[in-house]
């Protein structure tokens, strides 16, 4: 699966204020680990930095960061055969605070969007025969309870990865899923997932 450095630039707003957050006496380590079909636990990795991968070329706009400012994140990560599904969770302050949080996100997102088309020899013979896309893209997104920012990218025939930055009450979520494959059916744990986050939380 193809990796991108993504390069952190632009700080968000603090997510939790002085106080005690509402969502301080949840366990959200306990809420993110649900039951999955298909995957297994997997190792972690770090948390993002950025709300989106890099344009490849370098020429895009840089992308929108999540500020360190968050603090520690609970965490849970799966995997399955074809795709691996990673959540982080933050407890805000409020749940105004989560929302704006998000909502300033979803702002900073529209740096998101790049549309990348190249043709390509997939055969060997010399012979350019084929055309491949590279497409970012970013829209609003709510369901199960949650409302936020989706950034998709999709590589013609290669991967895929989506995101969903989302709030519920005091809670911010990001579910990143990244798949080899450009089959959209494949994004649908990050769905369950979503939902199955949300009744732990009722």
Do not use: K, N
């Amino acid at each position: 699966m193809r990796r991108l450095a993504a390069i952190p630039v632009l700080a968000l707003g603090v997510l939790a204020g002085c106080g005690t957050s509402e969502a301080s006496t949840v366990d959200l380590d306990e809420a993110l680990t649900v039951e999955l079909p298909g995957f297994v636990p997997a190792a972690g990795r770090g948390t993002p930095t950025t709300l989106c991968d890099a344009e490849p070329t370098g020429t895009g706009a840089t992308p929108p960061s999540l500020s360190g400012e968050l603090g520690a994140s609970a965490t849970v990560f799966y995997e399955q055969a074809q795709s691996t599904l990673e959540a982080y969770a933050w407890p805000a302050a409020s749940a105004d605070a989560a929302r704006q949080f998000v909502d300033e996100a979803a702002s900073a997102a529209r740096g998101c969007d790049y549309e990348l088309f190249t043709d390509a020899d997939t055969d060997g013979d010399g012979v350019l025969d084929t055309g491949i896309s590279d497409v970012q893209s970013v829209e609003a997104w709510s369901g199960s309870g949650w409302e936020g920012v989706r950034v998709h990218r999709s590589v013609s025939g290669q991967e895929q990865v989506d995101r969903r930055l989302v709030s519920a009450g005091s809670v911010v979520l990001l579910v990143v899923l990244r798949a080899d494959t450009d089959d959209p059916e494949v994004l649908a744990p990050a769905d369950d997932f979503l939902q199955a986050v949300a009744q732990s939380l009722e």
